[in-house]
C-alpha cells in the first residue's frame, strides 16, 4: 500500500514567514540579534524548511523543493555567518559589511528567478516573491553602502514579506483541513 505524503507548504511557509518577520523585526532597529533569531534560524526557518523541502521533493514539486530547501539552508547558512566568527575557527572572521552585501544579491538574483516562476499561480505567492526580491536587494544596498536606514525600511518590507507567507501557510493549511477554500490566494 502506497503512503501519500502530506503538503508541506504550509510547514514550509511558516518556517520562512515567522522566521523573517523576527529577523525584520531587528532590522527595524527594535531589537539585536538574539538567541530568538538565531535559534529560529537554525530550528524553524532551517530545519523545518530543509524538511519541508524535502517532502516536496519526494511529491514531485521542484519548485517547492528547490524554495523550502534553498531558503531553509539560507537561514543555516545566516546563522553560521553570525556565529562562526566567535568560534576557534581561525578560518571563519567577520564578513566585510560589502562581501555581505554580494552574498545578499545572489540570494535577491536567486529569488527573482523563483518570482517569475510564481507567474500564473497564487498571487499571495508572487508577491512573497517578489516582496523577497526587493528585500535581499534592499539589504545587499545597505550592505554596500553601510546606509542605516535602508535597514529599516527593508525591515518593513520583510515584515510584510513574512506576514504574506504566514497568511497564505494559514489559507493552504485551512483548505486542506476544511476540504474547501476559506482565505483567497
Not at 529577523?23 to 535559534?39: K, R, T, Y
Not at 535597514?151 to 497564505?168: E, K, P
Amino acid at each position: 500500500m502506497e503512503k501519500q505524503l502530506a503538503n508541506s507548504a504550509p510547514l514550509g511557509l511558516l518556517g520562512f514567514g515567522m522566521t523573517t518577520i523576527l529577523l525584520n523585526i531587528h532590522n527595524m532597529g527594535f531589537f539585536p540579534v538574539s538567541a530568538v533569531i538565531i535559534s529560529m534560524g537554525i530550528f524553524y526557518g532551517g530545519i523545518a524548511q530543509v524538511i519541508a523541502g524535502i517532502i516536496a521533493f519526494k511529491r514531485g514539486n521542484v519548485f517547492a523543493a528547490t524554495a523550502f530547501t534553498s531558503y531553509g539552508f539560507f537561514w543555516i547558512t545566516l546563522v553560521a555567518i553570525w556565529m562562526l566568527p566567535s568560534s576557534d575557527i581561525t578560518v571563519a572572521g567577520p564578513s566585510p559589511s560589502s562581501f555581505l552585501g554580494w552574498y545578499l544579491a545572489l540570494w535577491g538574483i536567486f529569488t527573482a528567478f523563483m518570482w517569475y516562476g510564481t507567474w500564473g499561480g497564487s498571487k499571495v505567492q508572487q508577491f512573497i516573491f517578489l516582496s523577497l526580491t526587493v528585500l535581499f536587494f534592499l539589504l545587499a544596498i545597505e550592505k554596500w553602502t553601510e546606509i542605516e536606514s535602508i535597514a529599516t525600511f527593508a525591515g518593513a518590507i520583510g515584515i510584510i514579506c513574512g506576514s504574506s507567507a504566514f497568511y497564505l501557510s494559514m489559507a493552504e493549511l485551512l483548505e486542506e483541513v476544511k476540504g474547501e477554500k476559506v482565505l483567497p490566494y
